[in-house]
């Protein structure tokens, strides 16, 4: 068998005081495309991710409030719509996973009381009784 041997060469400094000659990688010959100049606000790839974060953010928070509030009015039409939210805010990634997660559990939360409503009294209403007090 013969020994393997590298075809790379070698950095390592030589006896002399000249520096190491760098390798360097054959120009290429094919055309390339000309760059477009660096815009100081960022590219349009940079500047549509920010809004989608942005967006993404803003559907969470909705869906927490729209939770928050779905709690003591119009259940049947907030809750699904902060589970809608929250889901579209997750699936874009936001950086308030935590707010789409609680604005879930909330739009949950108020699917329950919409049920328990409906069960207590036939009516999806709240109602205070102020003459047993």
């Not at 920010?50 to 003591?72: H, I």
């Amino acid at each position: 068998m013969t020994p393997l041997t590298s075809t790379r060469p070698t950095t390592e400094p030589t006896a002399s005081t000249e520096p190491a000659a760098s390798v360097q990688p054959a120009a290429s010959t094919e055309p390339t495309a000309p760059t477009a100049p660096a815009s100081p606000r960022g590219g349009r790839s940079q500047r549509l991710a920010a809004r989608v974060r942005r967006d993404a953010d803003d559907m969470a928070v909705a869906s927490f409030v729209l939770g928050l509030t779905g709690l003591l009015v119009f259940n049947l039409v907030l809750g699904p719509t902060a589970l809608v939210l929250g889901g579209l805010a997750l699936l874009k990634r936001t950086t308030r996973r935590g707010r789409a997660l609680l604005g879930m559990g909330l739009g949950v939360a108020d699917l329950l009381v919409l049920g328990l409503l409906l069960n207590a009294n036939d009516t999806a209403m709240w109602t205070l009784n102020f003459a047993t007090w």
